[in-house]
């Protein structure tokens, strides 16, 4: 007779398949953000009290007070609103992004506190891959069939060992904080983002190109992609300052 008992541990869960993407996402979450909310903050100087008359009138009437604004640099104007997105891209991204700081708040998932989920990046079919020239003249071209298939191969291997040794320390009960050193800059991460307009065009100014700007930017394309993400949401909030940034060589006031 078989003395045998069944177990009574519970099964350890299966750890999620890896996957891989090759775009990010921004979600505008929260706002308060529209161009009469730079005419009441601009006209407090010669209006006082009467400035908030600006909040009962059509903006476009004033188009031409913001561009005023952004051509000559009157920065403060464009402070008085607020945007909150939901950003969700690799880290790496995150690391460029948050040298911006003046004007910017961030909160990012923590590998500290929840098991990371293993999405990881990997460059898209538009994506240039490889650099040519010396640093600061350098250009991006797209590669050859076969350097994306080895980027393409290698980066799904290291992906897959990386995050199988994260699950291998977690379950030998290694905490998420020092298991987590593992992963790869590669890995997708979350955070909320909050800012301004004058600090988002200052972000923009930067991290996008564009065949407008006066002062040329390189930014590298994965962050330019949030970029591109933001700016379209933010066109829609305030257009005549979006417009006049445009119109000024997408310089930040």
Not at 173 to 179: N, T
């Amino acid at each position: 007779m078989s003395t045998d008992q069944p177990s009574t541990e519970a099964a350890a869960p299966t750890p999620a398949p890896v996957r891989f993407r090759d775009d990010v996402t921004v979600e505008l979450v929260k706002h308060s953000a529209s161009d009469t909310d730079v005419l009441w903050a601009a006209r407090v100087s010669t209006a006082g009290e009467q400035s908030l008359e600006e909040l009962t009138k059509d903006p476009d009437r004033s188009k031409g007070l913001i561009n005023y604004l952004v051509r000559d640099r009157h920065g403060s104007p464009f402070e008085h609103n607020s945007m909150t997105f939901f950003v969700s891209a690799p880290i790496f991204v995150f690391r460029e992004f948050m040298r911006h700081r003046a004007g910017w708040s961030y909160n990012e998932e923590s590998g500290r506190y929840r098991e990371l989920q293993p999405v990881f990046y990997v460059p898209g079919e538009e994506r240039k891959l490889v650099q040519q020239g010396r640093p600061g003249k350098y250009e991006f071209v797209r590669g050859s069939a076969e350097q994306r298939e080895a980027a393409l191969a290698v980066m799904a291997e290291s992906y897959e060992r990386s995050y199988a040794a994260y699950q291998e320390l977690l379950a030998a009960g290694v905490a998420r904080e020092v298991a987590r050193s593992t992963l790869p800059v590669g890995l997708f991460s979350s955070m909320y983002a909050t800012c301004n307009a004058r600090s988002l065009m200052h972000f923009l100014g930067l991290r996008t190109q564009h065949e407008l700007a006066r002062v040329p930017s390189f930014p590298q394309r994965e962050i330019e992609m949030v970029g591109e993400l933001m700016e379209a949401e933010w066109a829609k909030l305030m257009p005549l300052t979006h417009a006049a940034f445009n119109a000024n060589g997408r310089v930040a006031p």
